[in-house]
């Protein structure tokens, strides 16, 4: 549909509250929004004359057609919008990306368990608590559960590990209970684990009184050495709070938030205060838009759809519009009631300002950041003499096993930083023995062929510029590999490295270039192929291990290689597989019994079978690495 059809729609449609989703030519849902009225809110999208930012623009640019659902209420409008938003992930909402990423505690379900930091978050079966987003809030609240409780940190197992070694070096200084000894009961243990987490999740004060009381029970009771252990507790809670260095501030448990507009976009930044202490903050940037209202308005909504703790306080530098039906939303998420509030006096104003002022700083240290990027990407296309400044390039290079068989990697680059999430690898399937340059070339063409087909994630993107990791001969293979499709277009060359493996010159089809004398060039092709180097060899060593994992496997009688996949796939490691029962082995990896028998007496050959079910070590084997799926 033309943006004059869209318009006249858009007309048509009622002055009730609801939600509108837009969608591309494809027919994915490319923005998700709320209305008080959805003729008015969708119609001024396509009607001649109303300027836009410049992210609106380009989503208008897209648009092909839209969908609308009528709700009773704007609260429901509210709440349809961000689960519509969570399910489809839309391009032009806000998804609340940072470069940061997120950090979790977790803890564990076996006996005896661990607390940890953890960076990602899995369907393991244990408690996670979480997300939050400093990593060295996770790391000091977890060290300050395990001290003033006195957790094991060690990776044994128990009860299956007692006695098997001496209390380590924790217990002698004070720092550990010492399970490992067996002297301490299943559900002693428990209830210090059920201490920790109450610390962590709901501060020192909660604690402290659930301790207070319980110590003043056993000492009525005689029970004078539990007593002293939770004596103990207490004492280590105070001290570990007291050497914490945060900011201070009389009011006890709020987030605050500042919105910034400046250098072209806006700035969320986020404080989070509790028991009056400043414990966790981090900074979102929204580029393409200087509309500090709506982004609040969009953020506040979306903010807390993760699972966050919600406090009972949200202090802003400014309302936003949809006010009571966010308050309603939260309260409901939190289970007590949420208040949003723009402070006027006390400590409230300061620390708005202390938030805006981390938001002003990270704008304008971004704005510095990205004119020495554009700099950079500027000199590099005039250096390689491109049309304008690459901002998505692609790196590959090739990996030999020396067995004939070989794998690659890609990387990306946008506006001059590495794009992780964009990284692939890939294995060779067409090319028999080692042959790098028919690699490379078959490599280029199966990401020209994704690219054709519509491929998701960074398959659908057309890299500005390709740079290969190598000479004359990978290029001329790729240039003749890429004729005749969508990227025969792209500015394509190779990267000449020295006898120390150093990056040397750059190889375009009429000869070198040299870069040496241009020093930011040349520190960054270098940074470049010594990435995609790295990732490939990466990729490389994971996939030699599998095979040396696969060989072990199918040395068990039975056991072929999708068995050996499938029990990899199932159990995640071999020590794993080593210590499953074979009641275990049939349930878990669905094997036949005989199998599941013979890979127990191969790693048990004078044990007898055990069907009870037995606890394996919870390291993981990654089959196929990060950065995406092997293709």
Same mark, same amino acid.
């Given at each position: 549909?033309?943006?004059?059809?869209?318009?006249?729609?858009?007309?048509?449609?009622?002055?009730?509250?609801?939600?509108?989703?837009?969608?591309?030519?494809?027919?994915?849902?490319?923005?998700?929004?709320?209305?008080?009225?959805?003729?008015?809110?969708?119609?001024?999208?396509?009607?001649?004359?109303?300027?836009?930012?410049?992210?609106?623009?380009?989503?208008?640019?897209?648009?092909?057609? @839209? +969908?609308?659902?009528?709700?009773?209420?704007?609260?429901?409008?509210?709440?349809?919008?961000?689960?519509?938003?969570?399910?489809?992930?839309?391009?032009?909402?806000?998804?609340?990306?940072?470069?940061?990423?997120?950090?979790?505690?977790?803890?564990?379900?076996?006996?005896?368990?661990?607390?940890?930091?953890?960076?990602?978050?899995? /369907?393991?079966?244990?408690?996670?608590?979480?997300?939050?987003?400093?990593?060295?809030?996770?790391?000091?609240?977890?060290?300050?559960?395990?001290?003033?409780?006195?957790?094991?940190?060690?990776?044994?197992?128990?009860?299956?590990?007692?006695?098997?070694?001496?209390?380590?070096?924790?217990?002698?200084?004070?720092?550990?209970? !010492?399970?490992?000894?067996?002297?301490?009961?299943?559900?002693?243990?428990?209830?210090?684990?059920?201490?920790?987490?109450?610390?962590?999740?709901?501060?020192?004060?909660?604690?402290?009184?659930?301790?207070?009381?319980?110590?003043?029970? $056993?000492?009525?009771?005689?029970?004078?050495?539990?007593?002293?252990?939770?004596?103990?507790?207490?004492?280590?809670?105070?001290?570990?709070?007291?050497?914490?260095?945060?900011?201070?501030?009389?009011?006890?448990?709020?987030?605050?938030?500042?919105?910034?507009? $400046?250098?072209?976009?806006?700035?969320?930044?986020?404080?989070?205060?509790?028991?009056?202490?400043?414990?966790?903050?981090?900074? @979102?940037?929204?580029?393409?838009?200087?509309?500090?209202?709506?982004?609040?308005?969009?953020?506040?909504?979306?903010?807390?759809?993760?699972?966050?703790?919600?406090?009972?306080?949200?202090?802003?530098?400014?309302?936003?519009?949809?006010?009571?039906?966010?308050?309603?939303?939260?309260?409901?998420?939190?289970?007590?009631?949420?208040?949003?509030?723009?402070?006027?006096?006390? +400590?409230?104003?300061?620390?708005?300002?202390?938030?805006?002022?981390?938001?002003?700083?990270?704008?304008?240290?971004?704005?510095?950041?990205?004119?020495?990027?554009?700099?950079?990407?500027?000199?590099?296309?005039?250096?390689?003499?491109?049309?304008?400044?690459?901002?998505?390039?692609?790196?590959?290079?090739?990996?030999?096993?020396?067995?004939?068989?070989?794998?690659?990697?890609?990387?990306?680059?946008?506006?001059?930083?590495?794009?992780?999430?964009?990284?692939?690898?890939?294995?060779?399937?067409?090319?028999?023995?080692?042959?790098?340059?028919?690699?490379?070339?078959?490599?280029?063409?199966?990401?020209?062929?994704?690219?054709?087909?519509?491929?998701?994630?960074? @398959?659908?993107?057309?890299?500005?510029?390709?740079?290969?990791?190598?000479?004359?001969?990978?290029?001329?293979?790729?240039?003749?590999?890429?004729?005749?499709?969508?990227?025969?277009?792209?500015?394509?060359?190779?990267?000449?490295?020295?006898?120390?493996?150093?990056?040397?010159?750059?190889?375009?089809?009429?000869? /070198?270039?040299?870069?040496?004398?241009?020093?930011?060039?040349?520190?960054?092709?270098?940074?470049?192929?010594?990435?995609?180097?790295?990732?490939?060899?990466?990729?490389?060593?994971?996939?030699?291990?599998?095979?040396?994992?696969?060989?072990?496997?199918?040395?068990?009688?039975?056991?072929?290689?999708?068995?050996?996949?499938?029990?990899?796939?199932?159990?995640?490691?071999?020590? $794993?597989?080593?210590?499953?029962?074979?009641?275990?082995?049939?349930?878990?990896?669905?094997?036949?019994?005989?199998? !599941?028998?013979?890979?127990?007496?191969?790693?048990?050959?004078?044990?007898?079978?055990?069907?009870?079910?037995?606890?394996? +070590?919870?390291?993981?084997?990654?089959?196929?690495?990060?950065?995406? +799926?092997?293709?």
């Amino acid at each position: 549909m033309t943006k004059q059809e869209l318009y006249e729609k858009a007309k048509k449609l009622p002055l009730l509250p609801g939600v509108y989703l837009i969608k591309d030519r494809t027919g994915e849902i490319i923005y998700v929004g709320k209305a008080k009225r959805l003729r008015l809110r969708v119609s001024q999208y396509f009607r001649e004359g109303v300027p836009h930012e410049p992210k609106v623009t380009r989503m208008i640019e897209h648009a092909y057609s @839209f +969908d609308f659902i009528v709700t009773t209420s704007e609260f429901e409008a509210l709440v349809l919008e961000c689960s519509q938003i969570k399910l489809h992930s839309p391009k032009y909402n806000i998804l609340l990306k940072d470069d940061k990423g997120y950090c979790f505690i977790r803890v564990g379900k076996e006996p005896y368990p661990r607390i940890t930091a953890e960076l990602q978050k899995q /369907e393991d079966g244990a408690v996670w608590i979480g997300p939050y987003m400093s990593s060295f809030a996770v790391r000091e609240m977890v060290a300050t559960a395990q001290d003033a409780f006195r957790l094991h940190r060690c990776n044994k197992q128990f009860p299956r590990d007692f006695g098997k070694e001496r209390p380590c070096l924790n217990y002698h200084i004070g720092k550990c209970m !010492a399970p490992c000894t067996g002297k301490i009961s299943e559900a002693e243990y428990a209830e210090c684990v059920d201490g920790a987490v109450r610390l962590i999740r709901n501060g020192k004060n909660e604690i402290l009184r659930i301790l207070r009381r319980r110590m003043e029970e $056993a000492s009525e009771a005689l029970e004078f050495e539990k007593a002293a252990v939770v004596r103990d507790q207490i004492n280590a809670i105070e001290k570990v709070s007291a050497g914490q260095r945060v900011v201070q501030s009389t009011i006890k448990q709020a987030d605050v938030f500042s919105f910034v507009a $400046a250098h072209g976009a806006v700035c969320a930044a986020m404080l989070a205060f509790r028991e009056g202490r400043l414990v966790d903050k981090n900074e @979102f940037t929204f580029p393409d838009t200087t509309d500090a209202d709506e982004v609040r308005e969009e953020f506040l909504a979306r903010f807390y759809s993760g699972g966050r703790q919600i406090p009972r306080l949200i202090l802003l530098d400014k309302l936003p519009e949809s006010t009571p039906e966010l308050e309603q939303m939260l309260t409901e998420q939190a289970d007590h009631r949420v208040v949003l509030s723009v402070p006027q006096r006390g +400590d409230g104003p300061r620390l708005v300002q202390m938030a805006a002022l981390n938001a002003s700083e990270s704008l304008t240290l971004r704005s510095g950041r990205v004119s020495r990027e554009e700099r950079l990407l500027d000199e590099v296309a005039k250096t390689l003499g491109l049309s304008g400044p690459p901002t998505v390039i692609e790196s590959y290079d090739i990996s030999n096993w020396g067995d004939g068989t070989s794998v690659a990697g890609m990387i990306v680059f946008e506006n001059g930083r590495p794009k992780k999430s964009g990284y692939r690898r890939f294995k060779i399937k067409s090319v028999a023995g080692t042959d790098d340059y028919a690699s490379m070339a078959e490599v280029l063409w199966r990401r020209a062929y994704e690219y054709a087909n519509e491929g998701k994630g960074q @398959f659908a993107v057309k890299p500005d510029l390709i740079l290969l990791d190598g000479g004359k001969g990978q290029l001329s293979a790729v240039t003749a590999a890429l004729a005749g499709t969508a990227f025969e277009d792209v500015p394509t060359f190779g990267m000449v490295k020295d006898d120390r493996h150093r990056t040397r010159a750059i190889v375009s089809k009429e000869g /070198e270039i040299a870069i040496s004398m241009h020093k930011s060039v040349f520190s960054f092709i270098s940074t470049i192929q010594n990435e995609v180097h790295r990732f490939s060899i990466d990729y490389q060593r994971r996939a030699g291990k599998k095979k040396a994992f696969f060989s072990t496997l199918m040395q068990i009688p039975g056991v072929g290689q999708a068995t050996a996949k499938k029990l990899l796939r199932t159990m995640k490691t071999v020590h $794993a597989i080593s210590e499953a029962t074979p009641a275990e082995l049939i349930e878990k990896a669905g094997l036949p019994t005989r199998t !599941a028998d013979a890979v127990w007496a191969f790693y048990h050959p004078k044990e007898p079978v055990d069907n009870q079910p037995q606890t394996g +070590d919870n390291s993981t084997i990654e089959l196929n690495g990060g950065g995406g +799926d092997a293709r």
